[in-house]
């Protein structure tokens, strides 16, 4: 113990290390009270970003970064016990983290931290929590299978609709004119050392800002932030009323930290990595790519726009949602914090959570998506085995009318339920929707005989509440 | 350090007044712009570099094989895959054969977003299964989100294979 003593007193002789890390340690907060632990998640996301780190150079050291051999080397990992966990652990972990981020990015909203002095820290956030969204982003493509090299052309196509530099834009994501061998290795340094050392960056020049700011107090209604007085005020307030930062702040941290880790470590082990698709080969036309959770909403939400609003929403929603974030902070620098006195804050922030549940829920059950592996309809469902009602339909199957309208609950839920259409359209309605088509339905003038017609319009027709009448058939398909 | 030297210094430099400290911080910062810029043309050269393949015909059947009036799926190679390419230098594209000599190739690529579309014979149509995307045997939307007719691919016939010309993911724009 004396040894270890005195080779500390060397070595800090020579450094000074604790002539800075002590006072920053030991640095005063705001005594926080009640509202101590909404302090937590800043540092829950540090922990999980450091987590990600570690499980990310154990990933790297088995990932090899090749298009034709990474997926290989994915179920290798995969494959292991342990490879298995730290791909759950950095799965989980990077849910984890976009979650804190947000949950902090909301708090510090809500708590109006992002007032004076704090906007250049509000900004280093905001650029952070668009860098954890890349990582996610370049991470589900990682995978490289059937899903993430779909993700690449889709976002190239997205990327496409930028005006006059879109085609370029686009194919400077593939890294050339296809999807190929150069594709993924470019998604491989983004996400392993190009968005990673920006975050280092940023996540440095946050907590020097902390620091250098002071961690905000809690707010207190009728208690506006002055520019001009603001700081004296808060120095006043550390030396009345301040704790030091360590332990009597710190150990929230590690409390929240902790059990943070031990939820993603457990979901890991228990739960286990996200399965592989299928391998990323572009002839394999069998593939329904969907994004992960995190842009599920983005994705609900590009579906359900207006259509001629499409090329617009996905260039200028982003920048949109960057500029007011960075504008915040410059418009709203002073005044109240407190929430109570910002009623809207609470409505934003009401609005922002709604939406992502909402358009992610939505997202999540795809209702767009037709379901092309719907299997044709049973006979219990249909309630004949022969005749033309059996024969329409085995025609409402292969026709792909079943792929968007249900009946009896198979089949998707992109267009109109017909289990009781016979209820409520004529078999001469039907067959001019049939022909003519609709916005999101193809015409099937010249696609369809008059045989199959005239079995389908029959089908269609027995579906009806209670039990199946006489068959009505459409004179003009006779 | 002792700041004794350092104050000496600086009145000792003070005759030769601030342009020389002038000419020094602007060399020292203009060397540090310079060896910046050496550095980063060639790194941002080479990212922006894409590659170019240059386009190939590229044979995906005998004619007999193709019924007339049928759709089906054709796989080929990119004309000059990387080594480390893998199963990412296979392409797709849907090939028909509308009579004896006139064949059409469509891109598998939703105009939409890209996603694959699938062909469904029974029913004569593509689907898109991303946002439901549907297109005619031609190619042309028949209904969806589609903002265009599926691209096609150049088609020749050379001897009694079906040859088609290897293009660039038709991103639109």
Redesign the interface.
């Known amino acids: 113990m004396q040894i270890l003593k005195s080779i500390w007193g060397w070595f800090d002789d020579l450094t000074g290390v604790s002539s800075w890390l002590i006072p920053l340690a030991k640095h005063p907060v705001p005594h926080a009270r009640r509202s101590a632990w909404f302090y937590v998640l800043g540092s829950a996301t540090l922990f999980v970003f450091i987590l990600q780190v570690v499980t990310g150079i154990a990933l790297a050291s088995g990932y090899v970064a090749s298009a034709g051999e990474a997926y290989h080397t994915l179920a290798f990992i995969s494959s292991t016990r342990f490879g298995s966990i730290v791909r759950g652990i950095h799965a989980f972990g990077a849910s984890a983290m976009v979650i804190l981020i947000g949950i902090h990015a909301i708090r510090v909203y809500l708590f109006g931290a992002y007032k004076y002095p704090r906007q250049i820290g509000w900004l280093t956030g905001v650029a952070l929590l668009f860098l954890t969204l890349g990582m996610a982003f370049t991470g589900q493509l990682l995978r490289w299978d059937q899903t993430g090299f779909w993700t690449v052309v889709i976002a190239a196509y997205q990327a496409g609709r930028t005006p006059l530099v879109g085609s370029w834009l686009g194919h400077f994501i593939l890294a050339g004119d296809t999807a190929g061998g150069a594709t993924l290795s470019r998604f491989f340094a983004l996400h392993v050392f190009f968005i990673p050392a920006f975050i280092f960056f940023f996540i440095g020049f946050h907590l020097y800002l902390v620091v250098q700011n002071g961690i905000s107090e809690p707010p207190k209604a009728g208690r506006p932030v002055e520019p001009k007085t603001y700081r004296k005020w808060y120095e006043d307030l550390l030396h009345r009323d301040g704790i030091p930062f360590w332990p009597d702040a710190a150990w929230r941290d590690m409390v929240f930290g902790f059990l943070v880790i031990a939820v993603i470590v457990g979901l890991a082990i228990t739960i286990g990595p996200p399965a592989l698709g299928k391998p990323p080969d572009p002839t394999i036309i069998q593939a329904s790519p969907r994004p992960d959770w995190y842009f599920l909403w983005y994705y609900a939400l590009l579906t359900l726009i207006p259509r001629w609003s499409e090329s617009y929403v996905i260039i200028l929603g982003p920048l949109l949602l960057i500029v007011v974030l960075i504008l915040l902070p410059f418009v709203a620098y002073k005044g109240e914090r407190s929430p109570f006195k910002r009623p809207w804050a609470f409505a934003v922030v009401a609005f922002i959570v709604f939406m992502i549940a909402y358009f992610g829920m939505l997202g999540h059950v795809a209702p767009w998506s037709p379901r092309m592996n719907a299997p044709p309809l049973p006979a219990s469902v249909v309630g004949v085995a022969s005749g033309p009602i059996a024969d329409g339909a085995i025609v409402f199957h292969d026709k792909g009318c079943e792929f968007c309208h249900a009946i009896s609950g198979y089949g998707g839920i992109r267009g109109p339920d017909l289990t009781y259409a016979g209820d409520r359209i004529t078999p001469e309605q039907m067959e001019t929707r049939i022909y003519s088509g609709a916005a999101n339905m193809p015409s099937y003038n010249g696609n369809i005989t008059r045989q199959q017609l005239s079995d389908l319009l029959a089908f269609l027709s027995s579906r009806r509440r209670g039990p199946a009448a006489a068959l009505p058939v459409s004179s003009s398909s006779q | 350090m002792n700041p004794d030297l350092i104050e000496t210094g600086t009145a000792e430099a003070a005759p030769c007044d601030g342009s020389r400290r002038r000419f020094l911080s602007r060399l020292t910062m203009g060397l540090g712009a310079i060896a910046g810029a050496l550095v980063a043309v060639p790194c941002v050269g080479f990212?922006?570099g894409?590659?170019?393949?240059p386009s190939a015909w590229r044979t995906v059947g005998k004619i007999e094989e193709f019924q007339i009036g049928g759709t089906v799926?054709v796989?080929f190679r990119?004309p000059s895959?990387?080594?480390?390419?893998?199963?990412?230098?296979?392409?797709?594209a849907w090939l028909r054969r509308n009579s004896q000599t006139e064949f059409v190739a469509f891109a598998?690529?939703c105009t939409?977003?890209?996603?694959?579309?699938?062909w469904?014979a029974?029913?004569?149509?593509f689907?898109?299964?991303?946002?439901?995307g549907?297109y005619?045997a031609n190619g042309t939307v028949?209904?969806?989100?589609p903002p265009r007719p599926l691209p096609r691919y150049p088609v020749r016939i050379q001897g009694d294979q079906v040859q088609i010309l290897t293009?660039?993911?038709p991103?639109?724009?």
Request: hydrophobic share 45%; aromatic share 4%; net charge positive.
């Open positions: 990212l922006l894409l590659r170019k393949v799926k796989s990119d895959p990387l080594p480390w390419a893998g199963v990412t230098a296979r392409t797709a598998v690529d939409h977003l890209g996603c694959p579309v699938r469904l029974a029913a004569n149509l689907m898109c299964p991303c946002h439901g549907v005619y028949a209904a969806g989100p293009s660039p993911v991103i639109t724009t």
